[in-house]
């Protein structure tokens, strides 16, 4: 092939020269086996059932399915976002790649993808009325049933945590919160046990961590209710609330919420409070009680659970309270709370891989919607690593996904009947990304 003349060149090799050619290469690749799960689940097809497509006239240039997939695919808000792309600014950029052309369905391989205005269009005006914020949450909700119905599981752990998401501009409902220390939303955040982000709600800064939970919260107990499955639910002190054991108990969920300390329990643990005797070993003594407790806005009295912890090179010892309606033994009850960690490291992949506390609309609304379409994003990407991921790289992060998965290499290649993309094998070579197509192929409802 002859040498381009807009080709650039280096100094440390003269050999050496860079040519650009967005059209056929793109750094996406990855994509499609994302998309590929889209197809075999039927994620995105799911949106015409749950949002309504109010444009209208003969100027409508680009269909709602495509829409949502680039938004999604491309920008962190399914596709877009999944591929680390956080704003409608990089669709212009996009609207060339190959990839994503490809994966967002639009007619033709020639016909590029939305521009940036289309994107900005659809996120703040078409997706911001209340039916499709409505809808969005019930599109979410219908993904993870979707991934649930291909995992094998008899019950359901539910953790429930808030998050900040810090702004810097003077969006709608952004306030100070003394314990971030900084001007935020304050998202409330359901994970089940798998990494799925059941539910999601945007709040203004300055509410508190529980605020709202019974909106969140009751979508997600009606389904499994339907499912049949047995349920719990794990939350921090910041959920320590009578009205939240009360609604729990009523619809037969067991749980294991942190509760804050004060005077009465402190008496109950009195005899555990004394330091033990002898040089301290090097893993921490460790000792367990339970009680029954009643606190003066309790309707009823309720089981806790005490851990003391005496940690060698500490003076005072750890002490925490769980209140709980679990019957196994106090070491049980502990271990099985001691699990709500795993919900703070899914709220961190959301923010590391996704940046989905990107919310830098203006308008309330619209950030509400951009929150929406980050968490399709990451259950799509979280449903990939944990039903596409082959043994080898089960362990994998949403951005050891994104990262080197995602962020494969390829160039388009046309023939008149195919389009073949040359990918690059890395991180990832042949046999492992057919691994993964094969088990997204399992996946597929048999035919008839």
Not at 152 to 169: F, Q, T, W
């Given at each position: 092939m002859g040498e381009s003349n807009n080709s650039l060149k280096v100094q440390f090799d003269r050999r050496v020269r860079l040519e650009f050619h967005g059209a056929t290469i793109t750094s996406d690749a990855g994509l499609l086996a994302a998309r590929e799960l889209d197809e075999a689940l039927g994620l995105t097809k799911l949106s015409s059932a749950h949002l309504k497509d109010g444009r209208t006239g003969r100027n409508v240039q680009h269909q709602f399915v495509p829409l949502l997939r680039q938004s999604v695919y491309s920008r962190q808000s399914v596709y877009s976002r999944l591929a680390g792309y956080e704003d409608t600014n990089d669709a212009e950029r996009l609207a060339q790649d190959p990839a994503m052309r490809v994966i967002a369905g639009w007619r033709g391989p020639d016909k590029p993808a939305a521009s940036t205005n289309s994107m900005s269009r659809f996120e703040?005006?078409?997706?911001?009325?209340?039916?499709?914020?409505?809808?969005?949450?019930?599109?979410?909700?219908?993904?993870?049933?979707?991934?649930?119905?291909?995992?094998?599981?008899?019950?359901?752990?539910?953790?429930?945590?808030?998050?900040?998401?810090?702004?810097?501009?003077?969006?709608?409902?952004?306030?100070?919160?003394?314990?971030?220390?900084?001007?935020?939303?304050?998202?409330?955040?359901?994970?089940?046990?798998?990494?799925?982000?059941?539910?999601?709600?945007?709040?203004?800064?300055?509410?508190?961590?529980?605020?709202?939970?019974?909106?969140?919260?009751?979508?997600?107990?009606?389904?499994?209710?339907?499912?049949?499955?047995?349920?719990?639910?794990?939350?921090?002190?910041?959920?320590?609330?009578?009205?939240?054991?009360?609604?729990?108990?009523?619809?037969?969920?067991?749980?294991?919420?942190?509760?804050?300390?004060?005077?009465?329990?402190?008496?109950?643990?009195?005899?555990?409070?004394?330091?033990?005797?002898?040089?301290p070993p090097r893993k921490p003594v460790v000792r367990f009680h339970d009680f029954w407790y009643q606190a003066g806005s309790w309707d009823r009295p309720r089981r806790v659970v005490a851990k003391v912890g005496w940690h060698r090179g500490e003076l005072f010892p750890r002490v925490g309270f769980i209140v709980t309606t679990m019957s196994v033994r106090p070491e049980g009850v502990v271990h099985f709370y001691n699990g709500r960690g795993t919900a703070e490291q899914w709220i961190k992949e959301g923010k590391y891989a996704l940046n989905w506390t990107r919310l830098s609309c203006h308008r309330f609304v619209a950030n509400q919607v951009r929150l929406a379409l980050f968490i399709l994003a990451y259950n799509l990407g979280n449903l990939l690593r944990r039903l596409a991921l082959p043994r080898a790289i089960k362990d994998w992060s949403l951005r050891s996904v994104q990262v080197k998965l995602i962020k494969i290499g390829g160039r388009l290649v046309r023939h008149a009947r195919r389009l073949v993309f040359q990918l690059a094998e890395v991180a990832v070579p042949r046999a492992l990304f057919q691994g993964v197509l094969d088990r997204i192929g399992r996946l597929c409802p048999a035919p008839g």
């Open positions: 703040t005006e078409v997706l911001t009325c209340p039916e499709n914020l409505e809808g969005l949450e019930r599109l979410n909700a219908a993904w993870v049933d979707k991934g649930m119905a291909r995992t094998k599981h008899r019950r359901v752990i539910l953790d429930m945590d808030s998050s900040e998401s810090p702004v810097y501009g003077e969006q709608e409902g952004s306030a100070y919160n003394g314990h971030f220390g900084g001007v935020c939303y304050h998202p409330l955040f359901v994970f089940n046990q798998f990494g799925d982000c059941e539910g999601a709600k945007l709040r203004p800064g300055n509410v508190h961590s529980a605020q709202d939970w019974r909106e969140v919260l009751e979508p997600i107990v009606a389904g499994y209710e339907r499912a049949g499955v047995r349920r719990y639910f794990r939350g921090d002190a910041a959920f320590a609330r009578p009205e939240l054991y009360e609604y729990l108990e009523e619809h037969g969920i067991l749980y294991a919420i942190r509760l804050p300390s004060n005077d009465v329990l402190a008496r109950e643990i009195e005899h555990l409070m004394k330091r033990p005797v002898g040089r």
